[in-house]
Nanobody, 122 residues
Framework: QVQLPESGGGSVQAGGSLGLSCAVS????????MAWFRQAPGKEREFVAG????????YYADSVKGRFTISRDRSKNTMYLDMNNLKPEDAALYYC???????????????WGQGTQVTVSS
């Protein structure tokens, strides 16, 4: 298991934007799946967005669809989450995750970031 360095958290006002980044481990296969999860106090860790490393297929939770964009730069071994029109309910610890196949549950993922805090004020 490897901890993935991630960064980009911070505090913004509602309606603002924030970008997160995460360095993946090794050279993933094209079929491997990278994802962002978030966890608010007292709540379960929930799926936010995911992307297939090689193919670029993207997946989003309904709550963020149209506002968040997941992407990756394979030459830099880095994935990103661009968050726009942030809402107070988006406030949480955001974790990047690296796995072998698509899943919206956190349990199959092997490698995780340490979590970066996103705060949204009303």
């Amino acid at each position: 298991q490897v901890q993935l360095p991630e960064s980009g958290g911070g505090s913004v006002q509602a309606g603002g934007s924030l970008g997160l980044s995460c360095a993946v481990s090794g050279r993933p296969y094209s079929s491997h799946f990278m994802a962002w999860f978030r966890q608010a106090p007292g709540k379960e860790r929930e799926f936010v967005a995911g992307i297939r490393w090689g193919y670029g297929s993207t997946y989003y939770a309904d709550s963020v669809k149209g506002r968040f964009t997941i992407s990756r730069d394979r030459s830099k071994n880095t994935m990103y989450l661009d968050m726009n029109n942030l809402k107070p309910e988006d406030a949480a610890l955001y974790y990047c995750a690296q796995g072998t196949s698509y899943d919206t549950s956190p349990s199959p993922f092997r490698n995780w970031g340490q979590g970066t805090q996103v705060t949204v004020s009303s």
